[in-house]
């Protein structure tokens, strides 16, 4: 089963790299096709395979007993985790995906409002999470909330309306707490958001455009190709007449 699994992996691997490959001879500026997001995915997920086999080759034949083996477990460690790198082939679907593209640029475009609303819960969080470890410590000797950075995970559930529920205030003021930074996470998360969703739909109508105009002008272009086929057709046919009309 896990040579099957291997051939497979080796077989799309091959694939993805053939068609990366290409891509770069292609492409006018080498510089600029590195420096693409996307392809930059690709690198990284295909390196992982070659690097995985050139590791095991060489660890196959130096495998020792003793402190060796240490060795070889860290870098089992690491081959482990280069393995999991593969899951980002699914971003190569970005290239087919309106979709895709369009969160893309959004990401891009809206870093000043995505860096705002992290400053915006870093700071509730701040307040929220020191003031209900006091209260619940002191007036409900709880045992969940142990430590000030343990109420911060806290906060960031409660603010973000995700609520685990393991860790619960008891006190009626820090239910009052709990209360507040609801609804606080809630307004905090608002006002960006509707900027972000602005964003969103904007740039999701200019990409769909673009795709638009790329469709007519290639349509144009294999118009213009049928065109030019049939008066070079032509052209030849009237030749042909006016040599025979000739002889």
């Not at 691997?13 to 392809?39: D, H, M």
């Not at 809206?110 to 860096?115: A, H, L, W």
Request: glycine share 6%; with cysteine; aromatic share 10%.
């Amino acid at each position: 089963m896990c040579y099957n699994i291997f051939i497979v992996e080796s077989v799309c691997v091959g694939w993805f790299s053939l068609e990366f490959i290409l891509r770069f001879i292609q492409a006018p500026s080498k510089f600029t096709f590195l420096r693409r997001p996307l392809n930059l995915i690709d690198i990284v997920a295909i390196l992982p395979y070659y690097i995985t086999l050139a590791v095991d080759n060489t660890s196959s034949g130096q495998k020792k007993p003793g402190s060796g083996n240490i060795y070889l477990d860290k870098v089992g460690l690491v081959l482990r985790i280069l393995r999991a790198l593969r899951i980002l082939y699914v971003m190569r679907l970005a290239r087919h995906s309106l979709g895709l593209q369009t969160l893309g640029l959004t990401a891009r475009r809206c870093t000043r409002e995505f860096g705002l609303l992290l400053l915006f819960l870093c700071v509730a969080i701040a307040l929220f999470a020191p003031l209900l470890y006091l209260i619940e410590n002191e007036m409900a000797d709880s045992q969940e909330f142990t430590s000030i950075p343990a109420c911060y995970w806290w906060a960031v559930i409660t603010m973000t309306t995700v609520g685990y529920g393991d860790m619960v205030p008891r006190s009626i003021p820090g239910q009052v707490v709990a209360l507040s930074s609801i609804l606080s996470g809630i307004l905090l998360m608002a006002f960006p958001v509707t900027s972000i969703f602005h964003t969103f739909s904007q740039s999701y109508v200019e990409l769909k455009q673009e795709q638009e105009r790329m469709i007519c002008r290639r349509a144009q272009l294999l118009n213009k190709a049928q065109l030019g086929n049939m008066t070079h057709g032509s052209d030849i046919i009237s030749e042909s007449l006016s040599s025979e009309a000739k002889y």
